[in-house]
């Protein structure tokens, strides 16, 4: 049963490589930790040793891909958070304070690979907004296109972000 | 209305829909109240506001990335001073190409060399040794030739310390306000609710230049406005050093609009500010705050002066 589930596993892999790296590395942002994310997820899945069928194999290796991706993303930001913490106070007194960073630190990491996932004005929509501040008059004319669309976009992006998080639970 | 249709059935997303629209830059204090209203409609509405406003929240604490166009969950390195240095070689043309493009005033931060988010501050070092602090939500593109030293602040505010050098002048630009300086030390911020852009100086002196011709020597310790029409305020010594406050997350009140205040500590902060009654904007303000922490600073002003600040949540702050 697990060398056939293997088995399967590279099969799916090979299939699909090339379009799980395009999908890692749109969710990440380069193509080097792309290709280490698919990686991770591979292996994490033959780790498993899980006896349950595997269903919708493509959608099944597009979500470790996307949880691989979250790992990754999780791990470059403690990594980020210990430097801070080492070398700069500066940087730590901008951030939230400390409660409020434990409480949501891997649901961060989360979220940006949710948001690297949405369609390209989506997100950019969203990201021009929220973390850059502008209105939805000036996004408008910046995308081309009407404020209600503007608007619809962003609760777009949220609502995929909320619907996700319940998806993946305490991943 | 088909969508409000829709989203009756979750209020969490109809919670979210509000929350966009609040946050659009459109929204009303009529907008507010509705809101704050809604929420204390029944428990489920308050429970729903809350889960939307943590996501929200939660949000803020994101980074963009420019360079890969990726939202990232920590900043990428830092811009260390090197880091900054780089960008700018990398980036020096873009600011003499992009020239055209800002007529249109809404590019400002996305296209500009050097750019802050909300809440962020950078300090850049330019190539000819002088050095640049960014306040929050600012933008401000490099363009130096041999003869002259140009820079464009396309938004925001910014403290600049020009190194000395008589053969080639610095100069910010403000649109098509110029400030020339030779070695000296001076902040500008443009578009505040009631001036086009205001200079303080620190060190030596600025010379403002409108395109009417109109010319004026701001000299060390001094504060000069250009009004909406673009008319060059008297010189005023006042006490500078609180103008440049901003650089260590402090805001000095010197006889400010509360609007002019609410406005700067907006670009601090991840909610949304609402004054409902517009003669409370003109209210002047005198007091010290941390742009750290806006919620905590409008609790101060309420202590001295005759408003009401209420949080309806931690993103939503109205002021009556």
């Known amino acids: 049963m697990a060398i056939n589930r293997n088995a399967l596993l590279y099969q799916l892999f090979k299939l699909y490589h090339r379009e799980a790296v395009r999908f890692a590395t749109r969710l990440v942002g380069n193509r080097d930790s792309g290709e280490e994310v698919v990686q991770d997820a591979y292996l994490k899945l033959v780790a498993r040793r899980s006896t349950t069928p595997i269903d919708h194999p493509k959608s099944y290796l597009f979500t470790a891909t996307r949880h691989a991706a979250i790992d990754f993303t999780d791990r470059q930001r403690r990594e980020w958070q210990r430097r801070v913490d080492l070398d700069s106070l500066d940087e730590a007194h901008l951030a939230d304070d400390g409660a409020a960073r434990m409480e949501m630190q891997r649901e961060l990491a989360k979220l940006a690979v949710y948001l690297n996932a949405l369609p390209p004005p989506c997100r950019q929509a969203f990201v021009m907004n929220k973390l850059q501040g502008y209105t939805h008059l000036e996004i408008a004319a910046y995308l081309g296109i009407s404020t209600s669309m503007v608007e619809k976009h962003i609760v777009r992006a949220l609502l995929h972000c909320r619907s996700l998080l319940l998806a993946d639970g305490d991943l | 209305m088909n969508d409000l249709a829709d989203t009756q059935a979750d209020p969490v997303e109809e919670a979210l829909h509000w929350i966009v629209r609040l946050n659009s830059g459109a929204a009303t204090p009529e907008d507010a109240a509705a809101y704050a209203a809604w929420r204390t409609e029944n428990a489920r509405h308050a429970e729903a506001a809350d889960e939307a406003e943590r996501l929200w929240a939660a949000m803020g604490n994101l980074h963009f990335d420019r360079r890969s166009g990726r939202v990232l969950a920590a900043p990428k390195q830092g811009l260390t001073r090197r880091g900054a240095l780089s960008l700018f070689l990398c980036l020096g043309a873009s600011g003499v190409a992009g020239g055209a493009l800002w007529?249109?005033?809404?590019?400002?931060?996305?296209?500009?060399?050097?750019?802050?988010?909300?809440?962020?501050?950078?300090?850049?070092?330019?190539?000819d040794g002088s050095r640049v602090s960014l306040n929050a939500r600012s933008a401000l593109d490099v363009d130096f030739s041999d003869s002259i030293r140009r820079v464009h602040l396309r938004a925001g505010q910014a403290y600049f310390e020009v190194a000395a050098n008589p053969a080639r002048p610095f100069e910010v630009m403000v649109d098509e306000l110029s400030f020339r300086a030779m070695g000296t030390a001076f902040d500008i911020v443009r578009d505040l609710p009631e001036a086009r852009a205001e200079l303080a100086v620190t060190e030596h002196s600025v010379r403002i230049r409108t395109v009417s011709g109109d010319m004026l020597d701001v000299g060390e310790g001094e504060v000069a406005r250009i009004d909406r029409q673009g008319r060059i305020g008297a010189a005023v010594k006042t006490d500078v050093s609180?103008?440049?406050?901003?650089?260590?997350?402090?805001?000095?009140?010197?006889?400010?609009?509360?609007?002019?205040?609410?406005?700067?500590?907006?670009?601090?902060?991840?909610?949304?500010?609402?004054?409902?009654?517009?003669?409370?904007?003109?209210?002047?303000?005198?007091?010290?705050?941390?742009?750290?922490?806006?919620?905590?600073?409008?609790?101060v002003l309420q202590g001295g002066l005759p408003i009401k600040v209420r949080h309806v949540s931690k993103y939503l702050t109205i002021i009556s």
């Open chain 2, 103 to 127: 007529s249109s005033g809404l590019l400002d931060r996305l296209s500009a060399d050097f750019a802050t988010d909300t809440a962020s501050l950078e300090v850049i070092d330019l190539p």
């Open chain 2, 242 to 299: 609180a103008v440049t406050g901003w650089r260590d997350g402090q805001y000095v009140a010197e006889g400010r609009s509360l609007e002019e205040v609410v406005s700067a500590l907006s670009a601090w902060h991840r909610g949304v500010i609402v004054i409902m009654d517009g003669q409370l904007k003109k209210l002047r303000v005198d007091a010290v705050l941390d742009l750290r922490d806006a919620n905590g600073s409008l609790d």
